[in-house]
Every structure is written in C-alpha cells, then in structure tokens.
C-alpha cells in the first residue's frame, strides 16, 4: 500500500539520534499492515568503511521493522560530484529521489517522513495502511506535535513501539501536546515534511523532489508547493493520524547554525514556484542508471557475511587465549598471530561494496590464502590483485589475479599491505625475539617499496570513474618498524595493538616533512 | 484504486452550481419563488453563489478566532449547497478542535466523498484542468497569500489556478498578469495566460502566448495540447490535429489515458481505441473509458464487444445504455443535465447513427460543434468526423 522514505547517515545529527530513530523505524513499522508495505531508508554518504546507520542500530529495532526496511546506500563516490556545491553530507532530494525511483511499484502511496517521527492512527483499531488504502487520490498532509525531549527519551522503551504509541495517547491529553501550527498555503501546516503523503504516480510525474536543492531546507515546502499545483488541493489527514516529533534541540544539528544557518533559497523554491514539473531532471532524477546497494537488516547482514568469511579461513580457537607482547625490545620482531589477525582486516573490508577490487601486497603466503577464503566467503566478487612484484604468494587460488604493480594500481578499490615475515610458521610462538631471515628482508622490501609507491601516486592511479581517496589496510604495522612507515604516508587513528591492523586515507601533508616523503616514495628511495 | 473520473471541461460547469447542488437547486427553487414574494434579501441569499460568500465570511471568522461564527457560516453555506465540499471540510475541523471529534469524523469522510464524486478532467490537457474540487478555500487562502507575500509567483498562480478552474477566467487572467510583471515572459505563465485567455474566447491571444511558449519549450506536451484547442475553436483543423499528433509523440507509452484522450481528439480512433483498452485494463471501474472505447471502437468498425450494463444512475452511464442499446436519445437527452453532458449526449448520438444514418451523425456533431466548449474531447472528436463526412 504504502512505501515510507527516509533518509539518513551513520553519524550523530542532533541530540540521542539512535534513540530517536530506533523510536521512530519501530513506530512506523508497528502501523503498517499491508505486505506490500516498505521502509525504504536511503543511507547517505556514510564512509565506506562504517555500516548504514540502520546496520549500526539494527539490534533496537523490531523485527518487523527490520523485515519491512530496505536500506539503499549511497556511497560517499556517489555523492563526491556533488561535494563541491554544499556544505550539508547528506542531501535530502537526492536521498528521497534514489528511494522514490527504487520503490515498490506495487504500492499507491508514498510517505514522507523523518527517522523521529511517530505517526499514531487516532482509532487504534486501525493501521496506517488501511487508512491510506481507503482515500482518495490526493496529497495528504498532517500537523506536526511535538515531545518534550524529557518524555520520548525517559520514557518510551525503544523495542516497544505498541506502548510507545499507547503513551503518545495519553500524553497528547495529559501534556497539552497537540498544537496545529498552520502556515501559508501551499505549506497548509509547519513542518510539513514530516508527513506528506502522495501518490507514487504523482511523484514520477511531476520528476520527484528537485536535485537543485542541496543546501538544506524548504524540501518540503517546495514539494508541497509544486504538488499542490498539480493536485490542486492539499488535504488533511489530521482526522485520521496524529504526527508526533521527537523534539532534539539540546544539541543543534549540523544543518542547524541558528541565524547563520545557510538553506536553500526561499523565494526560488516555494515563492516563485511556476511548474509542478523539474523537466530539467525529467530523465535523471534519483539516478536510474546508478546501482545503488540494497541492504536488509533479516537476511544476508553484514554479520552473516562476515562470520561466514572467517568460517572459510579460519578454525576455532584450542585454548583459551594466546599471548603477544608490545614490549621495546620485541619492536623488530614481526611475528603475528594470522588466525587472531585476520577477523580485524575483514573487519575492515564488510562494509564495502562486493564488486570491491582490492589489491594485496604480501609477504606472507598464508595470510594471502586465508584472506582469499574469508573474502570469498564474505560473498565479495570482485578480484584480489596481487602484484607479480610479490614472490612466494600463491598464483592459483580462486580470484587472485596476477600482474605488473603499475598495470594492477587503476584497478584498486582498496589496498592492503601486510608487513610479516614470509618465513613464519603457523606453530612458532608470536612476538618471542624472533629476527628475519634474509628472504623475509627481501621480501619487505618489495612490500614497503609497493606500499609507498601506491601511497604517494594514489591520486594519479585512481581510477577514471572514481571521485574519492582509496583506502589503505596495513597489517602488523602497530608498534613494530612499519608503524613509523605506515602512518608516515597514511592518516591512520591510534588503534589497540591487539587487532594489528591501521587503515586510513592516503595523508595529504603539504608540509616540507610530507613532500620529502612523497618524493622518495614515488621514487622508492 | 483510483475513484472513477469523469472528463470535464472547466468551460463546461456553470460557475453558479457547486456539483451535486442540483437536486438542492431543484428543491429550493420553489422556496425561493415563495421567499421572494415577502423577503427579497433572504430570496437572494438562497443561490448557490451565496454559499460561496458564507463560505468565505466563515473563513474570515476562523482566521479572526471566532469559531461560533465561523460554524453558522459554514452551516449557513451548506443550507445553500449540501455538496460544498470545501465547507464541509472546513466545518469538520472546527468541530474536531472543539472536541466533537464524532460529529466531525462523519463531515470529514463526506467531504473526500463529495471531492472524489466530482469529475476530474482530461488527462491529455494541462495539469490544472485534471483536478477535483471546488478550490473556494484555495482561491481565499491564495488571496491571504498574495496580499502577504508580495511581488511573488506562486501565490498569483495559485490563485489563478484556482479561479480559472472554478470558472472564473478573467479574475484568473488578472492574477497571471500580476505574475506575469514580475517574471515577464516566463513561459511556464505565458502558458497558464493562454489557457485564461482560451477559456475567454480569445484563442487568437491564446494560440499566441502558446506560440511564445512552444518557441522556448518545443516539446511542451500541456501547451500543444492547448494550442491545438485553441486551433480547433478557431476551425483550423489541421493545425490543431499536427499538435496534438506531436502531443501523442511526445507522450510516453505509459501515459495511456493521456494517449487516448488525445487520439480521440484527433480523430486518430484506431490509437484511440488501443489506448483506451490499456486505460480500461489500468482503471476498469472508469466508465469513460468503456465509453470512449466503445466510441473508437465503432468509429473504427471494430468488432463490438459486449457491453457489460452501466452500473448505477451516475454520469456517464446513461451514454453507456446508449451504445447497450437499452436507453433512446430522447432518454439520454432528458438526463444530460449540463450543458458538458449534453455534449457529450450530442456526440455519442453521433456515434450511435452514423452507419444508419450519416445525415443524422452529421446533423448532431454540427450541434456539438454549435453549442460545445472547444476543449472538450467531443467538440474536437466531432469536427473531426464532420471533416470526413465531408461537410
């Protein structure tokens, strides 16, 4: 009957977002009926290497609504084409247009609304599907009453979106929360997008949300604007569902900067609104030539995949626990555990799309076999690139691809470097004052020579379609000689010795320090 | 499902009715006669247009916080014209706020009711012309607009919007001119102030604004269709048929109804009735549709198919009993109660003659091309045919 479509990113926007929100999925879950029904929540611009934000709040959330949800994800490459022309990391047209252009065609109706919005049919008998399926075309709108940020935080239990909406019930009388706040046609209501109902038909026709508005703002009201034109009404459903706000304004969002607060401009998208249509982005509009990824939070979830991975590469522990050392005097040691090692490079990996090409230099044969299984089994498809440069790595193994560094380096979604000794067996105690031995030398040689290499030309070797830094995994490169190396061409954070692995960007140091450094990486000096 | 839509021309409705205010005429009609031998001001105030004027006082009473007032206006508006739709809804809500929610949620149900009982338009003409609604409290609460934010497009638009559908062309022309002062040229209100100035008669004015359009935006579906209409009411023929031959072009296949309504237009029965068969199967429950397909069905000498029985009084399905074989055209001629529905009643009689009786399919289309509003689909469909038949 209906799709609602929300939008969002796995960042903190505004005061106890997680709590708001998990609030909210549940709440709009609880009132939908239909089988046909759908979240769609259009994850924005969320870095590659964290889940969507539904993803990192899935265990709050009921299963109904994780049954319900689809999670399309922008990609930060996605958006980088527009980066250049707005402030915000999270653009509202695009995001509704991707989930609009995406939906269940079966379904007549679309909803609007925000991930803090709880929408309580007035007759508790009935569901938000049943009264959509009972009106008539049209484009729907209803008043916004808001919660003291006291009550939905102290009160409402997250998983309890029946006793949530039971409350707002109660409230609404006993705290004198329900205000209308008119405003001017064609808004008819303050806050309106916060529940604006239309026609999925209406929606294709008229081209959408428009994509010029990146800077934040009047969304709604320029929708309203340009569907009440074409519709030539905007109706209430004020006698059919009450629409509540959990209000977060302890803490201002990051669209929020009071009177300094930059939008999109008032008079160009509500005032001078001439045309319910966008033809500009008649063809265009929520991008139906890109593939967007589709996550769900009941199947296939990024912890399936990654414990499957880690199944194909690695065998439960035997003891209770190992043992390693950070001690000084073990800093040329470069032994580490593989099978205690591995969960935090694929870790690292989840989150990225399955079609990731990745390249692996390696001085370690084992880890190069264990990592392709547990990549494999992590459902990626793309290739694992392994540069002919690398000796003594295994050729044969499915989906490892061989060739010239500098032939391999446009083809990388991402690089791991891995800094252990080649000659370390998988029975030989860990971090024990073991030196290299000649072959392990030669070896990481080859390994850091690549690695700065592809450190300092990353920009140029980028491929053509692609807008954003590549990623950079190292492992074994914390507390040990390569630290220094590591993080002297990668931002990377300060992590727990313990998962042995860093990741970052590649750094952008324009200091005399980092130009020196890019100097004798490129030329391996 | 959509609600069943009617085809309807904004010309066509006479601006004094509010729809299904009819039967309400009817029935007061006699009181007024008795009112007026005592009171005149009371008999005056029994029209349907003082509905209107109740209607608006109750707006201004709300606004000014006085919801008793507002409610006897409102009931007041609603004595004139049950149908009112727009008061209806209005009552509805201050009833609610005041805490009668039941009284309330039974006039908010009938208010949706009245709205999706009104006939929509022709899904081949410009956006506004497909609405339902009387749009009184668009046209006042656009006015509040335009007096608060001035020198601003949209509230001028909106207000015209409003006023050139409910009928009103020349207050809806005055409010495009006011927009158009501050976006000279902008062809998105050039077009609207063609449509004003079609809706007036003045389609020489019209086809030019549309032509300053359609130099900016060649592919302007909304405006060809216009300008073609406009092309028609003026008899060139084969000017108003290239645009909407390009309008079909241009429409997407998906579109079919839109398609549909254009090819009859035109003339063009055998994409009419094609079309008009993906709209059935999309809409079944529309009768125009079954109607307009039995229509370019027989204009095309398809094979008929059976008709299933019009179901129900309602518009059109007295036309349907016509091409069932099971009403005269002396019955449809009785229940065509608008000068729109006599037209289409003209036209389908039309249909219904011409393989027996060419001389009497011309005679009718010559009435409907005497009497009808050019931007019906029957006023083009029969100049079309005429041009065949050679007249």
């Known amino acids: ?525 | 499902m959509r609600e069943q839509s009617a085809v309807r021309d904004e010309r066509c409705e006479d601006p004094t009715k509010l729809a299904n205010g009819d039967i309400l005429q009817a029935v007061i009609a006699p009181l007024a006669r008795l009112w007026r031998r005592s009171t005149t001001s009371a008999a005056v105030d029994l029209k349907p247009e003082s509905a209107e004027r109740h209607y608006r006082d109750g707006v201004l009473k709300v606004r000014g916080g006085d919801v008793d007032g507002a409610l006897a206006e409102f009931d007041k508006a609603l004595d004139r014209a049950p149908g009112f739709a727009d008061a209806v809804l209005a009552r509805a809500e201050l009833l609610d706020g005041q805490g009668r929610c039941e009284a309330a949620r039974g006039e908010y149900e009938r208010a949706r009711q009245l709205w999706s009982e009104m006939p929509a338009g022709a899904p081949d003409r410009r956006y506004l012309f497909r609405r339902r609604g009387h749009f009184a409290f668009e046209i006042e609460a656009y006015e509040l607009v335009r007096a608060n934010v001035r020198n601003k497009i949209l509230p001028q638009l909106a207000h015209g919007n409003a006023l050139l559908v409910r009928g009103r062309a020349a207050e809806a022309l005055d409010s495009y001119e006011r927009a158009l002062r501050i976006r000279p040229n902008l062809p998105e209100l050039l077009a609207l102030k063609g449509e004003a100035l079609s809706a007036l008669g003045r389609y020489e004015e019209a086809i030019q604004a549309f032509d300053s359009v359609l130099a900016a935006c060649p592919a302007d579906v909304e405006t060809l269709n216009g300008r073609g209409i406009a092309c028609m009411a003026l008899g060139k023929l084969a000017e108003a048929n290239d645009d909407w031959r390009r309008q079909l072009d241009l429409l997407p296949q998906a579109q079919s109804s839109a398609r549909a309504c254009v090819a009859m237009r035109q003339g063009n029965n055998e994409a009419a009735f094609h079309s008009f068969g993906l709209s059935l199967a999309k809409e079944p429950a529309n009768a125009y549709w079954l109607l307009y397909r039995l229509t370019a069905g027989r204009l095309t000498g398809a094979p008929r198919d059976p008709i299933a029985a019009p179901v129900g009084a309602q518009w059109p399905a007295p036309l349907l009993a016509l091409h069932a074989g099971q009403a005269t055209e002396e019955d449809v001629l009785a229940r065509s109660d608008t000068p729109c529905q006599r037209t289409e009643t003209l036209f389908q009689l039309g249909v219904v003659a011409l393989a027996g009786n060419p001389a009497a399919a011309r005679r009718h289309w010559e009435e409907v091309v005497e009497r009808g509003a050019p931007a019906l689909i029957e006023y083009a469909a029969a100049r079309n045919q005429l041009a065949r038949l050679g007249s």
């Open chain 1, 1 to 525: 009957m209906f799709s609602v479509i929300l939008y969002g990113r796995n960042d903190s926007h505004g005061y106890n977002l997680h709590k708001r929100a998990a609030i909210s999925f549940n709440a709009l879950a609880e009132v939908m009926s239909d089988p046909d029904d759908e979240i769609l929540f259009v994850d924005y611009n969320t870095p590659d290497d964290h889940p969507t934000f539904p993803e990192a709040i899935h265990d709050t959330l009921t299963d109904k609504a994780k049954k319900v949800m689809r999670i399309l994800r922008v990609r930060p490459d996605q958006h980088a084409h527009l980066r250049p022309k707005t402030h915000l990391v999270a653009l509202e047209a695009q995001s509704r247009n991707v989930a609009l252009r995406r939906s269940n065609p079966r379904n007549r109706w679309i909803l609007y609304t925000n991930t803090d919005m709880l929408l309580v049919p007035r007759n508790a008998e009935e569901s938000l599907s049943s009264i959509l399926g009972g009106l008539a075309d049209g484009f729907y709108q209803v008043p916004r009453f808001e919660i003291p940020e006291m009550l939905w935080e102290a009160a409402f239990d997250r998983r309890d979106p029946a006793g949530n909406l039971a409350k707002l019930r109660e409230w609404a009388v006993r705290f004198h929360l329900n205000q209308v706040v008119h405003n001017y046609m064609p808004m008819k209501y303050d806050a309106l997008g916060d529940f604006q109902a239309a026609l999925r038909e209406d929606m294709f026709a008229i081209h959408g949300f428009n994509e010029d508005m990146i800077l934040g703002w009047h969304c709604d009201s320029n929708l309203a604007a340009r569907l009440a034109l074409y519709r030539g009404r905007v109706d209430t459903l004020i006698d059919k569902v009450f629409g509540y706000h959990c209000d977060h304004t302890r803490v201002a969002a990051a669209n929020n900067k009071g009177r300094a607060t930059r939008m999109n401009d008032q008079d160009r998208f509500i005032w001078n609104v001439a045309s319910p249509y966008v033809p500009a982005q008649a063809e265009t509009w929520g991008w139906p030539d890109v593939e967007i990824e589709e996550l769900r939070l009941d199947r296939d979830t990024a912890y399936q995949r990654f414990t499957a991975g880690l199944d194909k590469a690695i065998k439960p522990a035997t003891a209770p626990f190992t043992g390693t050392s950070l001690e000084w005097q073990l800093f040329e040691d470069l032994t580490y555990d593989l099978p205690h090692t591995l969960p935090f490079v694929c870790d690292q990996m989840v989150t990225f799309p399955r079609s990731t090409a990745v390249m692996m230099v390696a001085a370690r044969a084992d880890f190069v076999t264990g990592f392709a299984a547990a990549w494999k089994g992590m459902g990626f498809t793309g290739p694992i690139l392994i540069p002919e440069e690398c000796e003594g790595l295994p050729g044969d193994l499915a989906g490892v691809e061989r060739a010239p560094f500098a032939g391999q380096l446009p083809k990388a979604d991402m690089f791991i470097f891995e800094f252990g000794l080649a000659t370390q067996t998988a029975t030989e105690p860990v971090r024990a004052g073991r030196a290299m031995a000649p072959l392990d030398k030669k070896r990481l040689r080859v390994v850091e020579k690549l690695f700065k290499r592809a450190a300092t030309a990353e920009a140029e070797t980028r491929p053509p379609a692609r807008r954003v830094q590549r990623r950079f995994i190292g492992v074994n490169v914390i507390y040990n000689k390569f630290w220094t190396t590591f993080t002297d061409y990668v931002g990377a954070n300060i992590n727990p010795f313990c998962s042995q692995v860093l990741a970052g960007l590649p750094r952008e140091d324009e200091s005399l320090k980092g130009k020196v450094l890019r100097f004798r990486g490129r030329h391996a000096l």
